[in-house]
Each structure stands twice: as structure tokens, then as C-alpha cells.
């Protein structure tokens, strides 16, 4: 009977044992091939009792994630990747994407979050692998002071990633480690980089042009922020218990430098984990670097002019402060700088995806730059910040740029047909691809009890229905959608089944009230050259408290 008892039990642990195995998965593929193409992110942590954040190069070998820093001691952080960060020909407008047809806050375009332990390598093999992998990647590293850097090392206890429709969901880090690095396609359409051949364009030269020579740090710190299109915005997490935490967000600082006021503009869904932590705690860190921009990249495609995203002349920024939502005047023209800046995020500058999400800025109490040889941080004064009024004089190579109370069409803007608008009807179905954008919430739940899955939208007839429609509408169009709001919801409750009908009803709706609203919005024309000078208080931040 003992030994009896005793095989059951053995073979009851095995069988846990064995119920317990690791495999590649298709969600541990995109994250091990993001992690690999990145040199760089945005490193995320808790400092003084807020979070702070920093653009921080790295390497990767195997899944490690190795970086080098003039800090030893050991903390937890963050690492942030964006696939808009792989390709710098893709760099000019903040295009990602196999065929740049996406903006970084469209979920195809795969953004990843690791959270980790960050320590020194544990013995010197193990540091001999690190340092490898970062100078290869990396090989300014080895010119910089040894006494002064310390190579440390990314134990990943959690990964968040969200690389197509249907919400963001965490990776399992076992699985992660049993896989090899596949760019996969997306479910709704989209090919994958590794389909198309990497090409070696850079950015235009009518769009590349040469840094500016700044008359201070101010004005520097101004101008980066003005040209950066996406962000990391970092909070304090709520669902990993109060550690920093970093997700991607398309930005807008006003349409060109010129109406910019160095107060960054994005957008948070209802269900995104950081909407999550904001409505928790809304002190916010943005980041921004000079290894984003497409001014900067080479005529060999090396970012920041071949230098090091680490490196003192590789300028980048930190504005730390607390999440302030916008509304009035200011939300209105926030809306026409993004669909003037991100043509491939309608949703941006329409008001939003389905889900409900609102529109912020940040009241910047707290700013950190390091843009000097030196290669220490700069101290800039937030009034200075504010304050700073970027002058045609100072920046000659600068574009004009002419505010307006009309959102800009795609003509206008060079927007494609085939941006997958996430408010307008795709073939025959009627159905808008927005209700996939974030489904679900940071721990792969579904949101408000909606299933998406086995939901594949027909784009077929995509690009020529999107090009009539954006080629026709008119104020009698606008007029055709309010009158038959009744009728959809009518035909939507015989198709319905609790979804097609009020997904209709509310496209249409939500249409007829941007229209409206279009409709009366006030004008606002501005000129730059006539020197008028938009304050925080005509801009309607004073609505949200700022001032």
C-alpha cells in the first residue's frame, strides 16, 4: 500500500511537472523580434516618490536585455520598444510598419513593455556576454570611461505587448525565452517587416535639414519636444503594485514649431492600463529624444547623425508632471494639429475610438535634459520652458505654419486612402476597424464583455470606398447622416443580436456630432507672421486648471 501511495504521488508530480512547459507562441515571437531589432527604449522607475523616465540605448542577446549606464546600483524599471523606432526610413512623419502605413498608436504597430530587475552582470563571463553584445550594437560604448559605466542586466518579470487589434495582453516570460524572433502579420490585414525587403532610404532631403544652433538649452529642449510625433508616457503602475511603468502614445505640440507651447497633446482610450494609472495617479513623465526625429537621420540611415541614442550630443528629455485633461478651444485645435501630424490616426483628430478615452496634456512641474558634451543633465526652469517663444530668426529653416478652425483633409495633408480610418465604413459591412484598437485591458481581458475574436474586417474595397468618401463629403452629407440616425438604429436592432446595431448608430452619431461641432466651431485664423501670441489662457488650458 506505501509503495502503492507513493507511485501515485510521484506520478502526480511529474504530470505537474509535465503540465508545466514552455513553447514558442506567436505573441512571444513579435516580442522576441521587437526586443531584437531595438537599439533603443524608454527606461521607466519610481524616484522621490514620482516616476521619472529616460530614453536609454540597449542590446539583446537571446532575449537578455543588456544596457550600460553610469549607475550601479540595482533597481526596478521599465523598458518601453515601439516598432515606429526599428526603421529609421520610416522615420519622416512617424510612419511603422511594412509599407509605413501606420502610426505608432495604431496596435499594429507593435508596442512592448518589460518590467525588470536591472543589476550588474553576475560574475565576469557573464559581463564579457554583455559588453559584447552592447559595443557591437553600440560601438561608441567603448570609447566612453569604463570607471564610469557599469553594465547591467534586465531580469524581465512581466511583459505587456500589444502588436494587432484586440487589447494589449501580457506574454508569458518562460515563453518568451522558448521563442525565436518572428515579426508576424497582422489578423486584419498589413504585411509584416520581415515580408518586405528593408530598404536603405532615408529621409528626404526637402525634410532633412540641418540642426539648429541653439541659443540656449531652452530653446533647444522647445524644439526637440515640438518635432517629437509619439512618446513613452510613464506612470505609476496600478496593476504591478506601484512601480513605474512606460506605454507608447502618438503626441501633437501644436501643427509646426511656430504654434507649438511645449505642452505635448495625446490621447488615452478608456480600458488602456495607463488611463488605468492615471485615473489612480496622474503624475506622468514624457519622453523624448533626438534618435526619433527624421531631421537627424543620415545619409548611411544612421539615426541622431550617427550618434549614440546614450550620447551627450544625442539630446533627450524628460518632462515630468501631473496629466491634465483638455477640453474647450484647446481640445478643438489639438484635434486639427493630429490630423495634420498623424494622417494615419483619424481617430486622433475625430475624437477618439469607440471605446470612450479622453484627451490630456501635462502640467510640467519638473524638467531633465541632457543636450551637452558634457553629458550631464541640464537644469532648464519650467517658467523658461513655458514661456519660450520660438522665433522665426532663431530657427530660418523652419516651416510656417497657419492655425486653422478646419480639421485638414486628406489632400491636404498627403493622408492615404488606405489609413484604415477608424471612423469610416470598410467594403460592405459598414463595420469600423476602431472597435478592435484596444478591446481589452493590460491583462488580455476582454473589455465591457465585447468578444472580438474570429472578427476579420473585409478591406478589400478599402482604398477606393475611403477615397469617395473622403472626396465627397460635404454639409450635405453631413446633413443625409443626421436624418437617417433613426433608420440605423432601426436596422441595426433587426441585425443587431447586441452588437451590429448599436456599433452602427453610434459610427453615425458620432459622425453627425463632429459635424455639428465642426460646424460651430469658432474661427480662429492665426497668421505667425502677424506676431500674434497664443496664450495658455486663448488656447482654453485654463479650463483644465493648468493656469
Given at each position: 500500500?506505501?509503495?502503492?501511495?507513493?507511485?501515485?504521488?510521484?506520478?502526480?508530480?511529474?504530470?505537474?511537472?509535465?503540465?508545466?512547459?514552455?513553447?514558442?507562441?506567436?505573441?512571444?515571437?513579435?516580442?522576441?523580434?521587437?526586443?531584437?531589432?531595438?537599439?533603443?527604449?524608454?527606461?521607466?522607475?519610481?524616484?522621490?516618490?514620482?516616476?521619472?523616465?529616460?530614453?536609454?540605448?540597449?542590446?539583446?542577446?537571446?532575449?537578455?536585455?543588456?544596457?550600460?549606464?553610469?549607475?550601479?546600483?540595482?533597481?526596478?524599471?521599465?523598458?518601453?520598444?515601439?516598432?515606429?523606432?526599428?526603421?529609421?526610413?520610416?522615420?519622416?512623419?512617424?510612419?511603422?510598419?511594412?509599407?509605413?502605413?501606420?502610426?505608432?498608436?495604431?496596435?499594429?504597430?507593435?508596442?512592448?513593455?518589460?518590467?525588470?530587475?536591472?543589476?550588474?552582470?553576475?560574475?565576469?563571463?557573464?559581463?564579457?556576454?554583455?559588453?559584447?553584445?552592447?559595443?557591437?550594437?553600440?560601438?561608441?560604448?567603448?570609447?566612453?570611461?569604463?570607471?564610469?559605466?557599469?553594465?547591467?542586466?534586465?531580469?524581465?518579470?512581466?511583459?505587456?505587448?500589444?502588436?494587432?487589434?484586440?487589447?494589449?495582453?501580457?506574454?508569458?516570460?518562460?515563453?518568451?525565452?522558448?521563442?525565436?524572433?518572428?515579426?508576424?502579420?497582422?489578423?486584419?490585414?498589413?504585411?509584416?517587416?520581415?515580408?518586405?525587403?528593408?530598404?536603405?532610404?532615408?529621409?528626404?532631403?526637402?525634410?532633412r535639414r540641418t540642426k539648429p544652433e541653439f541659443e540656449n538649452q531652452v530653446a533647444h529642449a522647445?524644439?526637440?519636444?515640438?518635432?517629437?510625433?509619439?512618446?513613452?508616457?510613464?506612470?505609476?503602475?496600478?496593476?504591478?503594485?506601484?512601480?513605474?511603468?512606460?506605454?507608447?502614445?502618438?503626441?501633437?505640440?501644436?501643427?509646426?514649431?511656430?504654434?507649438?507651447?511645449?505642452?505635448?497633446?495625446?490621447?488615452?482610450?478608456?480600458?488602456?492600463?495607463?488611463?488605468?494609472?492615471?485615473?489612480?495617479?496622474?503624475?506622468?513623465?514624457?519622453?523624448?529624444?533626438?534618435?526619433?526625429?527624421?531631421?537627424?537621420?543620415?545619409?548611411?540611415?544612421?539615426?541622431?547623425?550617427?550618434?549614440?541614442?546614450d550620447a551627450p550630443t544625442c539630446a533627450k528629455i524628460s518632462l515630468q508632471g501631473n496629466a491634465?485633461?483638455?477640453?474647450?478651444?484647446?481640445?478643438?485645435?489639438?484635434?486639427?494639429?493630429?490630423?495634420?501630424?498623424?494622417?494615419?490616426?483619424?481617430?486622433?483628430?475625430?475624437?477618439?475610438?469607440?471605446?470612450?478615452?479622453?484627451?490630456?496634456?501635462?502640467?510640467?512641474?519638473?524638467?531633465?535634459?541632457?543636450?551637452?558634451?558634457?553629458?550631464?543633465?541640464?537644469?532648464?526652469?519650467?517658467?523658461?520652458?513655458?514661456?519660450?517663444?520660438?522665433?522665426?530668426?532663431?530657427?530660418?529653416?523652419?516651416?510656417?505654419?497657419?492655425?486653422?478652425?478646419?480639421?485638414?483633409?486628406?489632400?491636404?495633408?498627403?493622408?492615404?486612402?488606405?489609413?484604415?480610418?477608424?471612423?469610416?465604413?470598410?467594403?460592405?459591412?459598414?463595420?469600423?476597424?476602431?472597435?478592435?484598437?484596444?478591446?481589452?485591458?493590460?491583462?488580455?481581458?476582454?473589455?465591457?464583455?465585447?468578444?472580438?475574436?474570429?472578427?476579420?474586417?473585409?478591406?478589400?474595397?478599402?482604398?477606393?470606398?475611403?477615397?469617395?468618401?473622403?472626396?465627397?463629403?460635404?454639409?450635405?452629407?453631413?446633413?443625409?447622416?443626421?436624418?437617417?440616425?433613426?433608420?440605423?438604429?432601426?436596422?441595426?436592432?433587426?441585425?443587431?443580436?447586441?452588437?451590429?446595431?448599436?456599433?452602427?448608430?453610434?459610427?453615425?452619431?458620432?459622425?453627425?456630432?463632429?459635424?455639428?461641432?465642426?460646424?460651430?466651431?469658432?474661427?480662429?485664423?492665426?497668421?505667425?507672421?502677424?506676431?500674434?501670441?497664443?496664450?495658455?489662457?486663448?488656447?482654453?488650458?485654463?479650463?483644465?486648471?493648468?493656469?
Amino acid at each position: 500500500m506505501v509503495v502503492r501511495n507513493f507511485t501515485r504521488e510521484a506520478l502526480l508530480l511529474l504530470f505537474l511537472i509535465a503540465g508545466k512547459t514552455t513553447h514558442a507562441t506567436k505573441s512571444g515571437e513579435n516580442a522576441r523580434w521587437l526586443v531584437q531589432e531595438s537599439s533603443w527604449g524608454t527606461m521607466s522607475w519610481l524616484e522621490g516618490g514620482g516616476v521619472s523616465n529616460m530614453v536609454t540605448s540597449l542590446a539583446e542577446k537571446d532575449g537578455r536585455i543588456f544596457i550600460y549606464i553610469p549607475f550601479g546600483e540595482s533597481f526596478n524599471g521599465a523598458m518601453t520598444f515601439s516598432e515606429a523606432s526599428v526603421r529609421t526610413d520610416l522615420y519622416e512623419g512617424a510612419k511603422c510598419g511594412a509599407d509605413g502605413q501606420l502610426d505608432p498608436e495604431d496596435p499594429r504597430c507593435a508596442k512592448l513593455t518589460a518590467s525588470c530587475r536591472f543589476s550588474k552582470c553576475a560574475d565576469e563571463e557573464a559581463c564579457k556576454v554583455a559588453k559584447e553584445t552592447l559595443f557591437a550594437l553600440h560601438p561608441q560604448m567603448a570609447e566612453w570611461p569604463a570607471d564610469s559605466y557599469t553594465v547591467q542586466e534586465g531580469q524581465i518579470n512581466d511583459l505587456w505587448m500589444i502588436a494587432d487589434y484586440g487589447g494589449g495582453a501580457l506574454v508569458d516570460t518562460e515563453d518568451y525565452f522558448a521563442s525565436t524572433a518572428i515579426r508576424h502579420k497582422s489578423a486584419y490585414g498589413g504585411r509584416n517587416l520581415q515580408e518586405t525587403a528593408v530598404t536603405t532610404s532615408t529621409t528626404s532631403t526637402s525634410t532633412r535639414r540641418t540642426k539648429p544652433e541653439f541659443e540656449n538649452q531652452v530653446a533647444h529642449a522647445r524644439w526637440l519636444v515640438s518635432k517629437s510625433l509619439w512618446t513613452t508616457v510613464s506612470t505609476t503602475s496600478v496593476r504591478l503594485a506601484d512601480v513605474g511603468w512606460g506605454n507608447i502614445r502618438s503626441v501633437v505640440d501644436g501643427e509646426c514649431l511656430f504654434t507649438s507651447k511645449g505642452l505635448p497633446v495625446f490621447y488615452l482610450p478608456t480600458p488602456d492600463p495607463t488611463n488605468i494609472d492615471v485615473a489612480s495617479n496622474n503624475q506622468i513623465a514624457l519622453s523624448f529624444s533626438e534618435a526619433a526625429l527624421p531631421e537627424l537621420v543620415n545619409d548611411e540611415g544612421s539615426l541622431c547623425e550617427s550618434s549614440d541614442p546614450d550620447a551627450p550630443t544625442c539630446a533627450k528629455i524628460s518632462l515630468q508632471g501631473n496629466a491634465v485633461p483638455i477640453q474647450g478651444a484647446a481640445l478643438e485645435r489639438a484635434l486639427i494639429a493630429f490630423g495634420i501630424t498623424h494622417p494615419r490616426a483619424s481617430w486622433l483628430s475625430s475624437g477618439g475610438a469607440h471605446t470612450g478615452g479622453g484627451y490630456y496634456t501635462i502640467d510640467v512641474t519638473a524638467i531633465e535634459f541632457f543636450g551637452s558634451f558634457k553629458g550631464d543633465m541640464q537644469t532648464i526652469s519650467v517658467d523658461d520652458y513655458k514661456n519660450y517663444n520660438p522665433s522665426p530668426t532663431d530657427f530660418p529653416n523652419e516651416q510656417f505654419c497657419v492655425q486653422s478652425d478646419t480639421p485638414a483633409s486628406s489632400e491636404q495633408t498627403g493622408q492615404s486612402t488606405e489609413h484604415y480610418d477608424h471612423g469610416q465604413q470598410h467594403g460592405q459591412t459598414g463595420q469600423s476597424t476602431e472597435h478592435y484598437e484596444h478591446g481589452q485591458e493590460h491583462g488580455g481581458q476582454e473589455h465591457a464583455g465585447h468578444d472580438h475574436s474570429g472578427m476579420t474586417p473585409d478591406h478589400s474595397a478599402m482604398t477606393s470606398n475611403n477615397a469617395a468618401e473622403s472626396n465627397g463629403t460635404t454639409q450635405e452629407n453631413d446633413i443625409t447622416i443626421s436624418a437617417n440616425v433613426p433608420l440605423a438604429l432601426f436596422a441595426g436592432m433587426l441585425l443587431g443580436f447586441g452588437f451590429w446595431g448599436p456599433l452602427i448608430y453610434h459610427k453615425l452619431t458620432n459622425q453627425a456630432q463632429m459635424s455639428a461641432k465642426k460646424a460651430h466651431s469658432s474661427s480662429y485664423q492665426t497668421v505667425l507672421s502677424e506676431g500674434h501670441d497664443l496664450s495658455l489662457k486663448e488656447v482654453g488650458v485654463v479650463e483644465t486648471g493648468l493656469v
